[in-house]
């Protein structure tokens, strides 16, 4: 069974910095994307970063320039560092895992979320 197990939340003024980790325990196969996603009460869920096999990364506007996610392959591994944070990144924090399956092409993993709490 795979588990995404997250770590490296919590709370921090304004202008501080984060570093999130998530690791994966269990057969997972081959990882083609690691993400990490956020999901503030009252909104839906949004990708704040992902990064491919091949190590290419992708991050909105709202985190481009203040948020990095890297990748261990051999210790299927991603991490989220995130500076200059500012109270609207207040949300839980998601990482997702998505790997190559037959049927149906891919398969996705979800770690259990962590919070981010950035005071002003």
């Known amino acids: 069974q795979v588990q995404l197990v997250e770590s490296g939340g919590g709370l921090v003024q304004a202008g501080g910095s984060l570093r999130l980790s998530c690791a994966a325990s269990?057969?997972?196969?081959?990882?083609?994307?690691m993400g990490w996603y956020r999901q503030a009460p009252g909104n839906e869920r949004e990708l704040v970063a992902a990064i491919t096999s091949g190590g290419r990364t992708t991050y909105p506007d709202s985190v481009k320039g203040r948020f990095t996610i890297s990748r261990d392959n051999a210790r299927e591994t991603v991490y989220l560092q995130m500076y200059s944070l500012k109270p609207e990144d207040t949300a839980v924090y998601y990482c997702n895992f998505r790997a190559f399956k037959a049927v149906p092409g891919s398969v996705d993993y979800w770690g259990q979320g962590t919070q981010v709490t950035v005071s002003s």
């Open positions: 269990g057969s997972i196969g081959v990882v083609m994307a």
